[in-house]
């Protein structure tokens, strides 16, 4: 017979930790007012608890989510209605918006500025901070069983870091020579020389600062969340009764710590190359009325670089947004995640090719052609693990009891954008493809859709799934469907054209396309993407309404496990305190995903197996 | 005001928001008698709504393919223009077909089981944890697909991606990207292309060609690409300061250009423009005006045009770096490659960048020759004694000496080969100057000067009964003395046939 979600009772958590649970003396030690929590300024701000921090991420991040949102707003007006008068924008972009006869028109330089700033804070701030930074933060200790990370000082340096890296960027949009405009990927010798571009003047020696910082946060946090997974898992935890979740955040951490160093050094390098007059990136350059004595060097050396962790970076959002949704999905759907092996496998071996298709990126960049052909085999490989996981996501949902809300209706969403934005890199991977599609809107098209939008629906699932976690109360589930609906169709009616756009060869970073035969006769189609783009980000303000009004009004948590999951966090008190248990830490008794399992709709991972399950593969 | 506007309708939005969620968790709410009733009413109309998405989207997906079937790559008016493009069209659709199946099973599977296993009263998930079977047919089945495209993309990109060993056989021209155009420089007729170096860039020198290289003589810059149909083409990539990328939409033509590392792309182009033109106006896409602020222009058809465009971000001009490409027949190539002037013979030569100056070229002592050789054969001929004179006009002296200038034997030579030729020819030489000075002075300097030449002569193993020399100092003008041009001209040295 089927029992109600809530069958497992407050009383019989308590009463399954404390009778299995595994003592480890943590409140002997007098933490209540201890440093962790003591004051305002502890709690709140200087937090060490993960709780905190983690909530610290996803709004910091958020902030710049709707910072980034407004910037392309503001080039697609230009580039949907590339006539249109702009001199409204003049109290908000000043001398920016040049203002001629009444006509406002957008300052080029600020127009790459935008789609500079745009690409560099989505991807850094808001999909690699904002997303595996606020859930690893959230999740790692809560579902491992562990009180907190293992350096809770250094995670909180991971945050602060963060914090001046966003800092550092935002100081940079005001400069009067501009923020940097070389595009995100920021190549030399344009972002090398102040003489290129205004842009690369302190605008770029600012955003070069930022991002250090930046990779800063990104390894203390990494360092913690690999060393937290590999040591404080509680009794029984094994790494194969780990949640997809953990497992994606810890070979995200470990992508990171091996890709983000490689960034930071080409960083060092561009810096030396700007400031100390080395030239790693520069040779053979004549620019503004002089040939630059500095030779020897390779543009080409920095892509190589970038594009080390470049691409896995890719990965380092993507992965999380898929456990997060293996995770969702599972619950919601009330059936195990199909092939938990197979996710775990994909996910590691996703992690390991991440490294070793860097260069298809760089197929027209100048490189030997006979490298490119590595690349091919080892990118589009990819598609296999990748394909793996769609399948297992599908058949998760077939024979399943599927529970329709905000995050699980993302969590479908995901898979659809995954599948519709992964199918389009099977062409680009391969590079005589690439000829003609680099540089287009098919890219634009296809890492928005796959990295992009994915990865805000498995942030968006994650959100809906886990407020409660986060701060007691739910969000508003009408709101959240509305919120998701506009943003699926949105999202699409945005995508789905440029792949047109990009297929009839119009190239990406135009400013406008008035001047060429081949790009000009498509100004109904940019007009629609934009429109489609305002809908869908004024879909966002809902969400982001619903957020921070759900946080002091929402309605109340009342019983811990609202969804009926199997995992650890569920089983802490609704406003849990620091070290997350009040009492023993619970012991893990089986895998994750225990639902719809002999007759009962769920089984938690405290509770201890039955004889005859303990024969069974978990 | 305005501020204040912004504020309010932000206000209002927010409440309204508000207002909304609440309705909706309230209805939901009251039309149910219990939570988990009030779930399943959801589950069932957002399932619904699953469905509906599906058969919306994937209807508009199939229409808006339709519809935009003219910006295919490798269809209609995007067909490509080159030989290799074909290939990489034929690789497209394959993958096209290929990921447009799998595109449509699992997105419609993915709703429609979302649909269809919505939570239900009654129903229970089932407890299927993993299936080994089916996870080995999913993942061979991908990996022989993509062991497939490896196969076709590997093969399609090493014949794209040739090395070509000898250049002589092909077309060759070189593209520099600076910010924010392009130069293109064509080999002229010794089809190589000189050397470059960016320390010698110059406002007269915009490549930096060193002029020591006598292959840079005879290259000549051009303001568009013109190519023959049919024949390969390599095309050389170089940047001056940032990164550009050299792309030709028509001709699936992309690679970047790197300051200080050349690179290179070969292809052939298989359509004129005038075919191109052709193919256009089929498309309703190019029927709109060539300039949309004037509608009586031409149909864009008319007017269109290859282009070269740049691809790689390169400061804010970077979306105005076109040039035109043309594609014309074969003949129509070589005559208009004939007719480009070197870029060194018109801007550089004889000025102070000029590692020649003071010296003739080959080509120059050939065309000195052949002009030469036309005033004498004029002059063999010629009926009046008056006209049967050639002018030495490459015959200088060194300023007001009857010194003869080092580069005077050139031709000197060649009136020691007629004199050899003609054993029996006899000729006068003369000299003039113009009016300026003493007259006395002219009189005396031009008959030495016509003795240096006759000395000369008489060296180089002339039989001194043969030359007479004479002075005519200014009485001969041929010109006005007033101009300068005028005074040049009367400066001469010539030599008059007086028996053959």
Partial sequence: MATTTQEVSKHQIDQLIEEYGYDDHFHEHHHEGDKYQSGFIQKYIFSQDHKIIARQFLITGMIWGILGGLMSLIFRLQLGFPEGNMAWLKPLLGKWIIVNDGIGTLDPEFYYALVTIHGTVIVFFVLTAGLSGTFSNLLIPLQIGARDMASPFLNMLSYWFFFLASVVMFVSLFLSTGPFAGGWVAYPPLSALPEASSGSGAGMTLWLISLVLFVVSVLLGGINYITTVLNLRTKGMNMWRLPLTIWSFFITAIIGLLSFPVLAAGFFLLMFDRLLGTSFYLNEIFINGHALDRVGGSPILYQHLFWFLGHPEVYIIILPAMGLVSEVMSTHARKPIFGYKAMVYSIASIGFLSFLVWAHHMYVAGINPFIANFFIVFTLIIAVPSAVKVFNWITTIYGSSYRFNAASMFAVGFVSMFISGGLTGIFLGNAVLDIPLHDTYFVVAHFHVVMGVAAFFGMFAGIYHWFPKMFGRFMDETLGKLHFWGTLIGAYAVFIPMHYLGMAGVARRYYKFDNFDAFSHFAGINKFITIAAIITFVFQLIFVINFFYSIWKGRKMTSRNPWGSTTLEWTTPIHAGHGNWPGKLPAVQRWPYDYSKNGRDFIPQIEPQSDAEKDEFH | ?500
């Fill in chain 2, 1 to 500: 005001m305005q501020l204040l506007i912004v504020i309010i309708s932000v206000v209002l939005l927010v409440l309204i928001v508000i207002q909304v969620g609440k309705l909706g968790e309230m209805t939901t709410a009251l039309s149910s008698s219990s939570a988990e009733e009030a779930q399943q009413t959801v589950n069932s109309r957002q399932g619904n709504l699953m469905l509906v998405f599906l058969i919306g989207f994937l209807g508009l997906f199939i229409w808006s393919a339709l519809y935009y079937k003219n910006y295919y790559l490798g269809f209609g008016p995007n067909e490509a223009a080159s030989e290799h493009g074909k290939k990489i069209d034929w690789l497209f659709n394959v993958t096209l077909v290929i990921t447009g199946i799998v595109f449509f099973i699992t997105q419609v599977l993915l709703f429609y089981f979302a649909w269809k296993y919505r939570g239900r009263k009654g129903h229970q998930a089932q407890y299927i944890s993993h299936d080994n079977k089916l996870e080995i047919v999913w993942t061979l089945v991908p990996a022989i697909t993509m062991t497939l495209l490896v196969i076709g993309g590997m093969d399609v990109w090493n014949s794209v991606m040739p090395d070509v060993d000898d250049p002589t056989e092909l077309v060759q021209l070189e593209v520099t990207g600076y910010q924010f155009a392009w130069d293109i420089r064509y080999p002229g007729a010794d089809n190589e292309l000189g050397d470059k170096n960016f320390r010698l860039i110059s406002a007269t020198n915009p490549l930096g060609q060193d002029w020591t290289d006598k292959r840079n003589l005879d290259d000549f810059h051009a303001s568009e690409i013109v190519l023959p149909v049919g024949k390969q083409v390599r095309v050389r990539i170089t940047a001056k300061d940032v990164l550009h990328s050299f792309y030709l939409p028509q001709f699936r033509v992309k690679m970047d250009a790197v300051p200080g590392m050349p690179t290179y792309f070969i292809f052939t182009p298989t359509k004129t423009t005038e075919e191109y033109r052709k193919e256009l106006s089929k498309y309703p896409e190019f029927q709109v005006p060539s300039d949309p602020d004037d509608p009586n222009s031409d149909p864009l058809w008319k007017t269109a045009n290859y282009e070269l465009a740049c691809a790689e971000l390169c400061g804010k001009g970077h979306y105005s770096m076109r040039r035109v490409v043309k594609v014309v027949s074969e003949e129509e190539f070589e005559k208009w490659a004939k007719e480009q002037p070197s870029f060194y013979m018109t801007n550089i030569r004889g000025t102070d960048e000029d590692p020649y100056k003071g010296q003739y070229l080959e080509v120059e002592l050939k065309q000195h020759a052949k002009e030469y050789k036309a005033q004498l054969e004029k002059a063999i001929e010629a009926e009046n004694p008056d006209d049967k004179i050639v002018r030495l006009k490459y015959v200088t002296f060194e300023t007001g000496s009857a010194k003869l200038s080092p580069l005077s034997k050139y031709e000197l030579d060649e009136v020691v080969a007629t004199l050899k030729e003609y054993r029996h020819m006899k000729i006068e030489i003369a000299g003039h100057t113009d009016n300026t000075g003493d007259a006395d002075a002219n009189m005396a300097l031009s008959q030495r000067r016509a003795e240096a030449v006759q000395n000369y002569l008489i060296e180089h193993g002339i039989d001194p009964a043969r030359l007479t020399a004479k002075g005519y100092g200014s009485s001969r003008p041929q010109a006005s003395n007033d101009t300068e041009e005028g005074r040049q001209e009367n400066r001469r040295t010539e030599f008059k046939i007086l028996d053959l």
